[in-house]
Nanobody, 122 residues
Framework: QLQASGGGLVQPGGSLRLSCVASGRTFSNNGMGWFRQAPGKEREFVAGISWNGGSTGYADSVKGRATISRDRARNTVYLQMNDLKPEDSAVYLC?????????????????WGQGTLVTVSS
């Protein structure tokens, strides 16, 4: 139902734009979030956006370098990542909240898509 794409290999300092498309149902009234999970580490919140895009939130580790946005008509959520660092390397997953607003709490996201791998390396 949620499919993330846009990952790849990028050099430090580079940029990527990740996309998450919903199919089979709409999540236009749900908060959406991006999370990431690196090998051997717990899944962590990266960014979230409310149902209408009016509210966004970011993890401290990406604040100032990431921008989350959504196109409700296209059932798509985006994550623009700039000035990428090796520590940003992870599988990035998008998720839909059970509420209209985003949250950093993983347990509030019952809907998950397959991730897209981001590797930051020279």
């Amino acid at each position: 139902q949620l499919q993330a794409s846009g990952g790849g290999l990028v050099q430090p300092g580079g940029s990527l734009r990740l996309s998450c498309v919903a199919s089979g149902r709409t999540f236009s009234n749900n908060g959406m979030g991006w999370f990431r999970q690196a090998p051997g580490k717990e899944r962590e919140f990266v960014a979230g956006i409310s149902w209408n895009g009016g509210s966004t939130g970011y993890a401290d580790s990406v604040k100032g370098r990431a921008t989350i946005s959504r196109d409700r008509a296209r059932n798509t959520v985006y994550l623009q990542m700039n000035d990428l660092k090796p520590e940003d390397s992870a599988v990035y997953l998008c998720a839909a909240s059970r509420a209209a607003y985003h949250s950093q709490a993983i347990q509030l996201y019952p809907y998950w898509g397959q991730g897209t791998l981001v590797t930051v390396s020279s």
